[in-house]
């Protein structure tokens, strides 16, 4: 599968890569709460204060670092599969990182 995020548009397409000249869905995400976009198309905003939140009132936060790891093996795995033109496993990377 493929997800492809354009900004500022905030146009979101998602569909199978053999099928990405067809077949594709695609819509316009928004979010109210974010007035000025800046960084990360506001979602550097709405992060720092959900932390702000979860600092003030004690609770945990929405991510936590096991998530960043996570979101880091997953990028890593994409790129390699994009650079190696092959499906590249998530616990490939995962392995080397014990």
Same mark, same amino acid.
């Given at each position: 599968? =493929?997800?492809?995020?354009?900004?500022?548009?905030? @146009?979101?397409?998602?569909?199978?890569?053999?099928?990405?000249?067809?077949?594709?869905?695609?819509?316009?995400? @928004?979010?109210?709460?974010?007035?000025?976009?800046?960084?990360?198309?506001?979602?550097?905003?709405?992060?720092?204060?959900?932390?702000?939140?979860?600092? =003030?009132?004690?609770?945990?936060?929405?991510? @936590?670092?096991?998530?960043?790891?996570?979101?880091?093996?997953?990028?890593?795995?994409?790129?390699?599969?994009?650079?190696?033109?092959?499906?590249?496993?998530?616990?490939?990377?995962?392995?080397?990182?014990?």
């Amino acid at each position: 599968g =493929k997800v492809e995020a354009f900004l500022p548009s905030g @146009t979101v397409r998602v569909g199978q890569r053999s099928a990405f000249s067809g077949g594709v869905e695609q819509s316009v995400v @928004t979010n109210d709460l974010v007035l000025v976009e800046g960084f990360h198309h506001g979602a550097s905003y709405l992060e720092h204060l959900d932390f702000l939140h979860a600092v =003030k009132h004690g609770s945990p936060p929405h991510v @936590t670092a096991l998530d960043g790891y996570w979101s880091v093996l997953m990028g890593a795995s994409a790129q390699l599969s994009i650079e190696q033109h092959r499906v590249v496993e998530i616990s490939e990377l995962h392995s080397l990182s014990r």
